[in-house]
């Protein structure tokens, strides 16, 4: 029996000592790779942050050997989630301001202001996240209570979108802003010959001006706040929407001490400053960050009516919204842009603000392939126009039409709202869509982002039968796009975004099957396990 025992023993290690050695094994998984044909599998071996291997349980532990095997036990395990267009850094910034998102009142603004003052007694007061369109009284809020109950103290409040503000006397006086102040590209509104307090697009750069900025350690810890928010929910890259040369040489030096783990896809801030530097400096690459696009605005925000249309608001007379630059400079910034290796990523939400920087594009890539440049939201198109979608690159958020579609269609009417949050028809056209959320303007989750997608209703299952589901996106389509699609987008789709031999073992367990799971349950699916570069940081 001991000889039975021994020579056990010696096969055995015989047996181990010629099996790979793998840093990590994943067995008994649901597993969807996410590759061309969308395959599943069981399995995976991960070496030095990446997947060395992919099969069966069998297959995987007859040829691999590693001191931590997790066998999950069933549970579905998918590439992590990309989100295609965030504001990373704003988000770590707002757990520092007074968290505004979900108002239903301006009473209820101005009392989460005075709560937060007298905990937090701070020189001047920002915040952000109030919509006027969740209010019963669904007009823009004025700043006599603010001035009433802050004389002395400035106060700054965004509106959810980052596209209007309001600000108290305080605050206009700090900034030298009377109601004779030139401005362009918005509109500072007035009431009988004075100043509301509201600034819309440009002109809020005249009260943002004078807002103290955050020490480096505030912005230090913006970021890593940010990161523990966005791995506990299972994103593993980020494509932040406008950072400067100072935050994104902050990122650098924090992933290269080891202090921020999560990938970030960096889109520059469009100054004159930055573009200079980096178009000059060419694509800078690390590991985990990716600088190569420069993030331009061309109009506002539907919510505020600051969307440039082609014909007027259907609520607001003679009113069309308005370009944030001229069509001149709008060109001049595309070829500055085209004659480099970066892309050029848009925010358009109007027909005409899309069509403007649709045309732009198409007239100055002229003979250039594979630039991947990209339009930010595409969220009101022309029928007519969807076709300049053949080699431009959507990348859409769908919260924005869940949260929107209760009050769209009065703002553009029953026509132009047809061709609204049409996400079928964008991918249709270009044969792939980049999913994200825009947080901090829609909430972080990509289980709400995948829902909005499949199934466009609400948390509260309206409208019943979905809104304009001839747009709905399927799951795999959905899947993609948060994954494969989204890191195409950031010409990363070799690198990440599905579960691949060579690949970066970015990779989240879930705790139910996000692929079959009842359509109602996908919201409150929860990211058990994150994993980047093989490291486990949730």
């Known amino acids: 029996m001991k000889k039975l025992t021994l020579l056990f023993l010696i096969t055995m290690t015989i047996s181990c000592s010629k099996k790979e050695k793998a840093d990590t094994i994943i067995i008994n998984a649901t597993m969807y790779t996410v590759n061309n044909n969308f395959d599943k599998a069981e399995a995976f071996a991960i070496k030095d942050g990446k997947i060395i291997d992919v099969g069966t349980t069998l297959e995987i532990q007859s040829k691999y050997a590693s001191t931590y095997v997790n066998d999950v036990k069933g549970k579905t395990i998918i590439p992590g989630f990309i989100d295609a267009h965030c504001h990373f850094f704003g988000l770590g910034l707002q757990q520092q301001k007074v968290d505004l998102t979900g108002t239903k009142s301006f009473d209820e603004v101005i009392q989460k202001i005075i709560d937060f003052q007298k905990e937090k007694n701070v020189a001047y007061i920002t915040g952000r996240g109030w919509d006027q369109n969740d209010w019963e009284i669904k007009e823009f809020p004025t700043k006599e209570k603010l001035d009433e109950l802050f004389p002395n103290t400035p106060v700054s409040i965004t509106r959810i979108d980052g596209h209007a503000l309001l600000a108290n006397q305080t605050a206009i006086d700090l900034a030298g802003v009377t109601i004779n102040t030139p401005f362009s590209g918005g509109e500072i509104l007035q009431k009988e010959g004075k100043l509301t307090g509201v600034f819309i697009d440009n002109p809020m750069e005249l009260i943002e001006v004078k807002i103290p900025k955050p020490s480096k350690q505030e912005q230090i810890q913006a970021l890593k706040d940010a ?112 004659a480099s290796d970066y892309q050029m990523n848009s925010h358009a939400i109007g027909d005409s603000a899309n069509y403007l920087l649709l045309k732009t594009y198409k007239d100055v890539l002229k003979g250039k392939t594979d630039r991947r440049w990209r339009i930010e939201h595409a969220q009101i198109i022309d029928k007519e126009d969807f076709k300049y979608f053949d080699n431009i690159l959507p990348s859409v958020q769908p919260t924005h039409a869940t949260s929107d579609m209760y009050w769209a269609e009065d703002r553009v009417g029953a026509e132009r709202i047809k061709g609204a949050y049409a996400y079928k028809d964008l991918l249709n056209n270009y044969g792939r869509i980049a999913l994200g959320t825009d947080f901090p303007i829609e909430k972080v989750s990509p289980f709400l982002t995948f829902y909005a997608s499949v199934a466009r209703k609400d948390l509260n299952n309206y409208p019943e039968n979905g809104f304009q589901m001839e747009n709905a996106l399927t799951r795999e389509e959905t899947l993609k796009g948060m994954t494969i699609w989204a890191a195409f987008s950031n010409f990363e789709e070799n690198e990440k975004g599905s579960i691949e031999v060579g690949k970066l073992a970015d990779f989240i367990i879930l705790d139910k099957n996000i692929m079959e799971v009842e359509e109602n349950k996908i919201p409150y699916i929860k990211a058990e396990e994150t994993y980047i570069n093989g490291e486990r940081v949730k």
């Open 227 to 338: 990161e523990k928010i966005c791995v506990d929910l299972g994103l593993t890259t980020v494509n932040d929407a406008g950072l400067s040369r100072e935050i994104i040489e902050l990122i650098d030096s924090l992933q290269q001490a080891n202090e921020l783990k999560i990938r970030i896809y960096a889109m520059v801030t469009n100054t004159p400053k930055d573009l200079d530097y980096y178009l000059t400096k060419g694509i800078l690459k690390t590991d985990r960050l990716n600088v190569r696009s420069i993030k331009v605005y061309g109009d506002g925000a539907l919510g505020s009516r600051g969307a440039a249309m082609k014909k007027p608001y259907s609520d607001k007379h003679n009113h069309f919204g308005a370009l944030l630059a001229s069509p001149e400079e709008f060109m001049n910034i595309a070829k500055q842009i085209a």
